[in-house]
């Protein structure tokens, strides 16, 4: 099978490559980029005025799979992450039952072979059924192909064992994917403490939780020589921690989500659960450190955490739905307009965050649009402006508080070992 991309403007992040090109594609492989390859293939996509980069690649998404499905399920959640560019996502443990033994991830990476349209990671949990008591089976995790521990949705709050774990995490090579949130701060909060929780009379999650945990974990890191990444990072502190860590030479890395790029508490304008996410959307401060830390190169990836909960779920109070939003579908265009459009961040930069970073920080080889990598491709048109529709969500769940908004850039085609995944025509 051959397969032929002309004339789109390619960005590669690793070799600088940033250029009008045509890429050839046999048998899932990238084997040849000219300025002009002429050639009878069974396939053509023509990229004209498009960006090829290398497909995007989510540090965090929540499939709901198994245990779950009524809010998404492998197929969905990976048609999903096909419409919005993604060739590879990491998959949170927080399923039922939660991802704690080297046996449920050989039998997950068994049925992705059957259900899921994209390439899929599977991460495990820290601690077994994610209860913060007792070590999972990090090793046999680590036999049967995982290469992320997180226990995403909570932290581990004894510091003894999670020393446990970033230390068993870093005899195993495995690098620790790290929620911060300190349960013993929270006293039910469901928003920003500044902003939203004053105006609506609800309980407030102060920057501290996010910021003590963020600290302790950095130290732990020091002194383990874990590989840390702090996921959805939403201060203006959690920033400047990375900042300290990187300046001291520690293996710290960092993601942001489009969420609290884009959104800050302020848009909360009434009692609205679509706008109900952990952590929570933060005053223009933390949102303006979160966007120079991603210039500055402190914060390396953006990741979605797409959470995806039924409608019912969310058609009731804060105090009462659960926390997240969906991701997926909306990353790209959220991106283009927030960071690309203003230029906070070039094209190329958002290859970088959205594709090789990602690559990089998980020890995989993707991320890359080269001679002998996989075809991996995402096709961006950054021009095509759109508003988000529910009903054009390939996602289960449509709990997103961006339906209604206008975006501008639209994915065109995602291509996942040279197979198309998702056209968006």
Known sequence: ????????????????????????????????????????????IDADGALVMPGFIDTHVHLRDPGLTYKEDLTTGTNAAAAGGFTTICAMPNVKPVMDTGDKIAAFYERCKEEAVVNVIQFGAMTMGQEGEVLADLEGMAKAG?????????????????????????????????????????????VNQEGAARRLGLPGISNEVEDSIARRDVEIAAATGARLHLCHCSTAGSVDIVRDAKERGLPVTAEVCPHHFTLTVDDIKEDDALFKMNPP????????????????GIIDVIATDHAPHSADEKDQS???????ITGLETCAAL???????PGILTYMEMAEKLSFNPARILGIDKGRIQAGKAADIVIFDPNF??????????????????????LRGRVLFTIVGGEIAYKAF
């Open 318 to 324: 804060m105090l009462t739905a659960p926390f997240g």
């Open 1 to 44: 099978m051959k397969m032929l991309i002309k004339h789109g403007h390619v960005l590669d992040p690793e070799t600088g490559l940033d250029a009008i090109k045509d890429i050839l594609v046999e048998d899932g492989i990238i084997t040849e980029i000219r300025d002009e390859i002429r050639m009878t293939v069974q396939s053509v």
């Open 385 to 406: 402006e759109y508003t988000v529709r529910a009903e054009n969500m390939k996602s289960k769940s449509k709990n997103s508080p961006f339906i209604g908004m206008k």
């Open 335 to 341: 991106t283009n307009t927030e960071l690309c459009e």
């Open 146 to 190: 995982c290469v992320g521990f997180s226990e995403d949705g909570k932290s581990v709050m004894d510091p003894g064992l999670c020393r446990e774990a970033f230390a068993k995490a870093a005899e195993l090579g495995i690098g620790i994917y790290d929620h911060c949130e300190d349960k013993n701060l929270v006293n039910g909060g469901v």
């Open 281 to 296: 959307l933060r005053t223009i401060k933390d949102v303006n450190a979160l966007k120079r830390g991603l210039k500055e």
